[in-house]
Structures are given as C-alpha cells and as structure tokens.
Antibody
C-alpha cells in the first residue's frame, strides 16, 4: 500500500521559516506529480502547491513567492520550504499523490487517492 | 481564486437521500469534468469518494454518486447511514495546463 509520511511541522514565529518533508514509499515516486494541501484548524482544505515529474512547480496565490516546493527522487521525498510565515499559514499540511507520468506520457488527474496523515504548522509569537 | 461554494451543513435521517451542491464558475467546474468529492471524518485524512464528476474509486459504496450541470456539481448520498456523518469537500481543476486544484469550503453532513 502506498505510504506518505510528513514531518517537519512545528511552532514558528511570524516571519520565520520552516521546511516540511514527505517521505514516500511503495510506489515509483519519480513517476508521479506530488502536491501539498493544507487545512487550518476547523477550516476547509486548501491546495497549496504541486510539482510535476520534470520539476515544474505550481503554487496557490496565497503562498506564491514565499513557499518553494521541491522533490528528491533519489530519496523518494517531497519538500515544502516555507518563508515569511504568517498566522494564516497555520494548518495541518498534507502531502498527496497526483498524476502518473511515465513512459513519455502523462495521465493527468486532479484528484488524490493517497494522502499522508499531515504535519501541523503553527505560526505564533 | 475563490473557493468553490458549498452549503455549510446538510442533514438527513437514516435511510434518506441527501444532496450536497458545489457551485463554481465557467472557469472551473463549468469548464472541466474533473470534479472530485472527499469525505473527512474528524482527525482523519480526506478520503476520495468521487472523481471526474461521476466515478467511484474501488471500495466506495454505490450509495455515493456524483453529477454536474453547468457550473454546479452535486454529491448524492442515498440510504444515509450513521457512518456517513462527516465533512465533505468538492474540488475542481482550474486549468489543465497547471496542477492547480480548487477546493470547496466543505459541508458538514449530520445524520439525525
């Protein structure tokens, strides 16, 4: 069964930085788009960022310019570097598996079957 | 881009059918057949219930069905059961040249 395990969350002051990680296993990580989705306490889901298999990156307007998504296929890992953090960035951050892109073709999907359990981020002084 | 619009809450008695709406625009729901629905129980990660408007992943009960008309998608739960009490979120593609996804604000389903 596919496994996604997030880590790196914690308490950080406003304006600070944090780097989240997502360790993937039991699937060919390099052949899938990967995403970060967050959920504020008692709030709804919000798509944050996605990265394609060739390293193309996409961000929501709310984090563009402050967050950087990256991946290390050799380590089967996904990352989210967060800078200039604000109180409204406080949330549970999930990583999720996206589209399959292999054998020179992409079967693009916009839904997530596999999610991690999330890592919490609290931005507060 | 603003979140898709869902009712805050919907309720029904066991055995009844309920429908949850998800309203977007001609740039998201109206433009693509990539609407998905997720169920989330407290303290748990979201679970995919419907994808590409009408498709059910393996293992999801056929009591769950999806549809779309214009800029509005709907999730129908038939034969409501106590275990269906949860939060439900819709989502949609917003541009097939990107990986961007837009979620709805969520709907709390209560089984009376």
């Amino acid at each position: 069964e596919v496994q996604l395990v997030e880590s790196g969350g914690g308490l950080v002051q406003p304006g600070g930085s944090l780097r989240l990680s997502c360790a993937a296993s039991r699937f060919s990580f390099s052949k899938y788009d990967m995403h970060w989705v967050r959920q504020g306490k008692g709030k709804g889901l919000e798509w944050v960022s996605g990265i394609g298999t060739v390293g193309d990156t996409f961000y929501s307007d709310s984090v563009k310019g402050r967050f950087t998504i990256s991946r290390d296929n050799a380590k089967n890992s996904l990352y989210l570097q967060m800078h200039s953090l604000r109180a409204e960035d406080s949330a549970l951050y999930y990583c999720a598996r996206g589209s399959y892109c292999g054998d020179g073709d992409c079967f693009r999907i916009y839904h997530y079957v596999y999610w991690g359990q999330g890592t919490p981020v609290t931005v507060s002084s | 881009q603003s979140a898709l619009t869902q009712p805050a809450s919907v309720s029904g008695s066991p055995g009844q059918s309920i429908a949850i709406s998800c309203t977007g625009t001609s740039s998201d729901i109206g433009a693509y057949n990539n609407v998905s629905w997720y169920q989330q129980h407290p303290g748990k990660a979201p679970k995919l219930m419907i994808y590409d408007v009408t498709n059910r992943p393996s293992g999801v009960s056929d009591r769950f069905s999806g549809s779309k008309s214009g800029n509005t998608a709907s999730l129908t739960i038939s034969g409501l059961q106590a275990e269906d009490e949860a939060d439900y979120y819709c989502s949609s593609c917003v541009d097939t040249s990107t990986l961007d996804v837009l979620f709805g604000g969520g709907t709390k389903v209560t089984v009376l």
